[in-house]
């Protein structure tokens, strides 16, 4: 929030009920904000990987759901991760109603203001982040070497490491990722690692999950994305569909 979103916060409650209308909405990030002067707001986030044309519409519905539910004032944040552009609109003014939302493209921020963070999830993001002249091996590399100074146990780096390894799937790395793992991170084995092979299942099926509520690829197109098969897409849409039964 400090980083990129550009505002200080003193206090921080995860909003867990989910959003209902005709048929459930689940945001990506909900939160109720208190500023260091007491001040109380509604954080919404969503990320796209896209360049959602419809994401103006898809803001506004949240807001009207928000507004109607908690009252207090809302802030809008598109976070995108994307390898192109976005042109989507962020302003709505129609029928004599207007709304805006703030996008924020993350590929824009020089990777070295989340290089030099202390903070572990912080670091993860510089994958995300603007290279300029690096080649992308060597970020990548200074990314893992960072984790690895921040002294983490072991089962929590293992985690930083799984989450690395989507965010530079999502940024089209082309890149060995495991083979980098495995020759610099010394305090696990990755490959035969029951719990990190546990692991890898459970964020693939959080990123293919992430994937299938954008609602603008088919089967085939997420299974390319997340290297995995159009059966395992098939299972996890199952189990949404399931929980939001």
Avoid: C
Avoid at 230 to 240: N, T, Y
Wanted: charged letters at 30%.
């Amino acid at each position: 929030m400090n980083s990129v979103l550009g505002f200080k916060v003193l206090e921080s409650t995860v909003i867990k009920e989910k959003l209902q209308q005709t048929k459930e909405k689940e945001a990506d990030v909900l939160r109720i904000i208190t500023d260091p002067s007491g001040r109380k707001f509604i954080l919404h986030l969503e990320f796209q990987v896209d360049d959602y044309k419809k994401m103006v519409y898809r803001m506004a519905d949240y807001w009207v759901l928000l507004k109607s539910k908690y009252k207090f004032p809302i802030r809008q944040f598109v976070i995108y991760i994307g390898n192109k552009e976005p042109t989507m609109r962020t302003v709505l003014s129609e029928d004599g109603n207007y709304f805006q939302f703030q996008l924020i493209n993350i590929t824009q921020f020089d990777y070295l203001r989340f290089l030099n963070s202390i903070n572990p999830e912080e670091i993860i993001l510089a994958v995300l982040g603007d290279f300029g002249n690096e080649q992308p091996a060597n970020v990548l590399s200074k990314i893992i070497q960072r984790l690895e100074e921040t002294k983490t146990d072991a089962n929590t780096l293992k985690k930083h490491y799984r989450q690395l390894r989507i965010l530079a799937k999502l940024r089209n790395l082309n890149l060995k990722f495991d083979d980098m793992i495995k020759n610099m991170a010394k305090y696990f084995d990755v490959e035969n690692d029951p719990f990190f092979i546990k692991g890898q299942e459970k964020e693939l099926s959080k990123f293919v999950a992430f994937l299938l509520r954008e609602g603008n690829r088919t089967f085939e197109q997420i299974a390319d994305i997340a290297d995995t098969t159009v059966d395992f897409v098939k299972s996890v849409q199952q189990k949404l569909q399931a929980k939001n039964s």
